[in-house]
């Protein structure tokens, strides 16, 4: 590294990290901590963008683009086709006038269920900080021979440092700075890749297999993959902890709405920045022997040194921005969840400076756990697919709760548990018993077992659709047949979701309605007794089909881009 590139990198974490602990100027209790909510629309964009964007993506994509060519792309535009709901889910998470979405299941269930969220969620951010901290410290290491571990370390005591000090504020207003870095930790290898290789032309002219340049691959990412895991992202999307203060946080639903659709958007278009990086490394890289994930760090040292000193530098300070900013936020949630939803229910009564205190200390565990899975998990890519679907595990029950009042305790509980034990189910069967069905299967285009370089295992999207059906049936069953959940209580829960948030409103407990508040009549969209589907506002119509636009506009320039 250069003298500049050093000089970069130690300025970034100095500042980012100076301006976290000053954040912590606002935290005055445990609402200003785990759920302040006071921000507006330019800071709940950045605040969505750098929660949901890390490097650790840009790793994975570029990997799976050189190994599978352009269908790389889906790893994370697995979200594209649910970002109009966005539009939808933010407002709704900004109802609840929950501090974290555990509260949202306690409102709906009880306590039971809320503590089950709780213990899921916290192992889902685990998992996830863990494969953001792996995918940072493998671009450093082969960016600049600095060992991963040293790398993954040094992360891990800054965000720690103004997280546990600033909690959810420090969080955001950071997020704002680091988000503008990672649309250049994105972009900023791009051009000069680019111009190594001739272009877009010079690729189609190196590169002889064609499927590389197809969305929709022939293998492993074809229709019905995407299908499926664009499903289990809108599934799962409202149960990872972390979107309720992507919501939530905002002074007004609109600022949710914004920042939650907006900021994902972003996300997607530097998603086509790092699936071109992979897919020119292809030419680049041609005739060496390189691991796919080290292939976004290796294109960073052969170039950027070279076009000026001090690149490199900014380069790796976008990438920590890019890392660091999620993890705050995950390690955040996570805080809020014990805190709120395990330990407050335990141990009653205390101060509030008592809880704030708990939290921080939560927080600390939580990144303990993410560090330790950064150290055991095999690859970007494999941790990539567990937290797809562990962070699946309770959706079922969040939407089957939302839209259908007959469902129960006991039916929230079965789906959850019965999704796990499909889940592992299916991950661990023995490869004898998958020999055996991939020898009887029908016809090949089932693809029920699929080979990969581990061995053989159940192909991605049927083990998606076992594990979500077959929560969703456990769910209905049980429901069917236990208790129905008290109607005063589904009345109160309800009535949250339609009854908008009055402009500078204060809620003294979670998931309440202010005194006074008129509540807006029930219209649903279907005439079903049990139904809670509502009908939609007309801002909320044109906003999904505005997004849908969208959607469609990113596919097409990025295919005309590409061909």
Not at 120 to 138: F, K
Not at 370 to 383: C, H, M, S
Not at 514 to 527: D, H, I
């Amino acid at each position: 590294m250069h003298t500049a590139d050093i000089v970069c990198l130690v300025l970034y974490l100095v500042v980012i990290t100076g301006v976290g602990i000053w954040a912590a100027r606002l935290v005055r209790n445990t609402g200003d901590f785990f759920m302040p909510r006071r921000f507006g629309k330019a800071m709940m964009i950045t605040h969505a963008f750098g929660t949901g964007t890390h490097s650790d993506q840009a790793v994975s994509v570029a990997a799976k683009t050189f190994s599978n060519g352009l269908s790389g792309i889906w790893y994370q535009w697995l979200w594209l086709f649910a970002t109009p709901f966005y539009w939808v889910i933010a407002p709704l998470m900004r109802r609840f006038r929950a501090i974290t979405t555990g509260d949202v299941f306690e409102a709906r269930y009880d306590r039971s269920v809320a503590g089950l969220f709780a213990v899921m969620g916290m192992a889902v951010l685990s998992l996830n900080i863990g494969v953001m901290l792996l995918g940072s410290g493998t671009v450093i290491e082969a960016g600049t021979d600095i060992p991963a571990p040293l790398a993954i370390t040094v992360m891990t005591v800054l965000f720690v440092a103004y997280g546990v000090a600033g909690g959810l504020s420090a969080a955001i207003v950071t997020d704002f700075i680091q988000g503008i870095l990672t649309v250049v930790f994105s972009f900023l290898l791009l051009p000069f890749v680019l111009q190594a290789v001739g272009g877009m032309e010079g690729l189609h002219e190196t590169i002889t297999k064609r499927e590389m340049f197809s969305l929709v691959a022939p293998g492993e990412i074809g229709l019905f993959y995407i299908v499926m895991i664009a499903v289990n992202g809108l599934v799962s999307i409202v149960v990872q902890p972390h979107t309720m203060g992507n919501c939530a946080a905002g002074r007004t639903e609109m600022d949710g709405r914004v920042g939650f659709l907006c900021g994902n958007f972003v996300k997607r278009i530097c998603t086509m920045a790092w699936c071109l990086t992979g897919l020119a490394a292809v030419s680049y890289l041609a005739g060496r022997d390189v691991d796919p994930d080290r292939v976004y760090g290796i294109m960073a040292k052969d170039f950027l040194p070279q076009v000026l000193p001090g690149l490199l530098g900014v380069f790796l300070a976008a990438l920590l921005a890019s890392v660091m900013s999620s993890c705050d936020s995950f390690m955040i949630a996570s805080a809020g969840l014990f805190t709120e939803n395990i330990y407050k229910p335990l141990v009653p009564g205390r101060p509030d400076r008592h809880y704030l205190r708990v939290g921080r200390l939560a927080s600390l565990a939580v990144v303990a756990g993410g560090v330790g899975a950064a150290f055991v998990l095999p690859d970007v890519r494999e941790g990539l697919k567990w937290f797809w679907k562990i962070s699946a595990m309770m959706g079922v029950a969040f939407w089957l709760g939302l839209f259908w009042r007959r469902t129960t305790v006991a039916g929230a509980w079965a789906a959850t548990l019965t999704a796990v034990a499909v889940l592992l189910g299916t991950s661990f069967l023995p490869q004898a018993v998958l020999a055996r069905l991939q020898g009887t299967a029908p016809a090949e285009r089932l693809w029920l077992v699929h080979e990969t370089a581990k061995g053989l295992e159940i192909y991605l999207p049927w083990q998606m659709v076992f594990y979500l059906s077959a929560g969703m049936l456990a769910g209905i069953i049980v429901s069917l047949l236990t208790k129905r959940v008290a109607e005063s209580k589904l009345e109160a829960f309800y009535a949250l979701t339609r009854t908008p948030v009055a402009p500078g409103e204060t809620v003294e407990r979670p998931c309440t309605l202010p005194e006074g508040v008129a509540v807006p009549a029930r219209r649903r969209l279907l005439p079903w007794r049990d139904s809670e589907i509502l009908v939609p506002t007309v801002t909320s119509v044109i906003g999904f089909f505005a997004a849908w636009v969208i959607v469609g506009a990113l596919i097409a320039v990025f295919y005309v881009i590409t061909q």
